[in-house]
């Protein structure tokens, strides 16, 4: 099962990509996963990526299309994986159906999951983020025990910087510029399935697997 995830930033990607990855016991690729394990070791690849995020810019082709064509063809792959935060834009779909192509290989199902762009900048300026060990929070969907506290160490939350409204304005201008002519690309490969995500998360899970079991059959 080979799934790409497609939506704006805050739509629900990872999540989705979380629970869909217990389901079918696939790995689950986040691009932005391995980016903020970059930039905390503070790599070189990490530095020139966090230029990028901050400014609430997409992270260039070149910087990623190497890395996924690597993690994809490791062993725990076989079954098959979900793609989350790739491709972003056209150039990255065209690198990955070059690269699937020169691997006898090709992708099941895209999933867009929708949501407006109102809703989004509501989602992504409530998270809080702890970045000693990485739990997450929200202030109104899932607030930590003691406000501003990590429940897990103890660790004070902070706002990201990818997650300021101003940031996540210009991301999802970004988005809507760059990634959303993908919708049309996948759509002409009558690959594309559109999820409204602005519901609660168990019922958008469980149209992403009717969708996709519908697709098998």
Do not use: W
């Not at 391995?34 to 995020?53: D, F, S, V």
Request: proline share 5%; with cysteine.
């Amino acid at each position: 099962m080979k799934i790409i995830l497609l939506g704006g930033p805050g739509a629900g990607k990872g999540t989705q990509a979380k629970l869909l990855k217990e389901h079918y016991n696939v790995p689950h690729i986040s691009t932005g996963d391995i980016l903020r394990a970059n930039i905390k070791q503070n790599t070189e690849l990490g530095i020139e990526a966090k230029n990028y995020i901050d400014q609430g810019l997409l992270v260039p082709d070149e910087l990623v299309v190497h890395l996924i064509e690597n993690r994809i063809t490791e062993d725990d792959c076989k079954k098959g994986y979900i793609l989350d935060g790739f491709p972003r834009t056209i150039p990255q779909a065209e690198a990955l159906d070059k690269v699937l192509e020169s691997i006898n290989d090709q992708i099941d199902i895209v999933l867009n999951i929708e949501v407006s762009d109102d809703s989004i900048v509501k989602r992504m300026s409530g998270r809080r983020a702890c970045l000693k060990c990485g739990a997450t929070y929200h202030i109104d969907n899932n607030p930590p025990k003691v406000e501003g506290i990590c429940d897990v160490c103890g660790t004070e939350l902070v706002l990201r910087d990818d997650d300021k409204p101003e940031t996540v304005a210009n991301r999802l201008r970004v988005y809507h510029e760059e990634t959303k002519p993908l919708i049309d690309y996948y759509t002409n490969k009558n690959m594309l399935v559109t999820i409204d995500g602005s519901r609660p998360i168990d019922d958008v899970t469980h149209d992403i697997i009717s969708s996709i079991e519908r697709g098998l059959n």
